[in-house]
């Protein structure tokens, strides 16, 4: 076996038959980018604590280049004389070693910090941090360039909360009313939005109910009544199939949805779908729903 497989196919079956021991190794402590200052004499002052904040980050920015990050949490510390420890906490909604917009956030709530009898080490470090990808510097003979609201939201976050400034990222799932969550700004996105099809830039919730004129199984709709209002159907397109999602509910098990986006005579746009595929009551009650809008 050890000519044909080699040896660490044995060396693996002995493992798990208990007759060797497979080492663990030790868990590795995270290194942390920090930076620190300690004062010969305590301060206390609003105007020299911002001071420091701001070559403490300088400090800091270098040591996030070294390194080749950037910076996503960052925790700014104060060690009082009296062993009490006062903490300003700052987030960015994507890795940043900007000297500027650091200091800008941490100095905004400097106010918040109660020196005591005095400051008497100051330390800068960055809790989490991400590869930083280069990027174009913009430059005033680039056209067509994209406004950058970062900081702005940075801004607003620190200043507002991380849930005061929310965004739409994108969840794994193919229904409509699933594949969508908010979450706070500084929150990485490691799912990409499906470009395959058409998606509405509203969508309804819970879905309307609509009556329909169709040609089963899979025509594509004729005409519609929606909110009491009659539109006949100048242009569809569909079907896409979506099946429920049986790992996470029962009933869905076998229940489809057929999504279709129509054009009525006036131009207005819509993303209708029929519950069921057409046939067969078990996969839906084969009525028809109003699920989105498009601009």
Request: proline letters at 9%; charged letters at 20%.
């Given at each position: 076996m050890q000519l044909r497989f080699g040896p660490e196919l044995g060396r693996q079956l002995d493992r798990a038959f208990g007759r060797e021991n497979e080492p663990i190794p030790s868990a590795r402590e995270v290194e942390y980018i920090e930076v620190r200052k300690v004062f010969a004499e305590p301060i206390g002052a609003p105007e020299t604590l911002q001071r420091y904040t701001r070559k403490l980050v300088e400090q800091f920015c270098?040591?996030?280049?070294?390194?080749?990050?950037?910076?996503?949490?960052?925790?700014?510390?104060?060690?009082?004389?009296?062993?009490h420890v006062e903490s300003i906490r700052i987030g960015t909604a994507r890795p940043s070693r900007d000297i500027k917009q650091l200091s800008r956030l941490l100095i905004d709530k400097i106010e918040t910090v109660n020196p005591g009898f005095g400051i008497e080490v100051m330390t800068l470090t960055a809790t989490l941090a991400e590869p930083l990808e280069a990027h174009q510097i913009a430059s005033a003979l680039t056209e067509n360039q994209r406004p950058d609201v970062i900081s702005l939201v940075d801004v607003l976050s620190n200043r507002l909360g991380d849930q005061a400034v929310t965004r739409p990222v994108p969840v794994a799932s193919d229904l409509p009313e699933r594949n969508v969550r908010w979450a706070g700004a500084e929150v990485a996105v490691t799912q990409t939005w499906a470009d395959s099809w058409k998606r509405p830039?509203?969508?309804?919730?819970?879905?309307?109910?609509?009556?329909?004129?169709?040609?089963?199984?899979?025509?594509?709709?004729?005409?519609f009544t929606w909110r009491g209002q009659r539109r006949r159907i100048a242009q569809a397109d569909g079907p896409e199939r979506v099946f429920g999602e049986w790992w996470k509910r029962d009933p869905e098990l076998e229940s489809v949805r057929d999504y279709y986006y129509v054009v009525d005579e006036t131009g207005k746009r819509y993303w209708l779908f029929r519950?069921?595929?057409?046939?067969?009551?078990?996969?839906?009650?084969?009525?028809?729903?109003?699920?989105?809008?498009?601009?």
């Open positions: 270098d040591a996030l280049e070294v390194a080749g990050l950037g910076a996503r949490l960052v925790d700014l510390l104060f060690y009082r004389v009296d062993n830039t509203r969508l309804l919730s819970p879905p309307e109910p609509v009556q329909v004129m169709a040609l089963l199984p899979d025509h594509p709709p004729v005409a519950d069921g595929d057409g046939e067969y009551d078990d996969t839906g009650s084969q009525g028809w729903y109003m699920h989105g809008l498009f601009a």
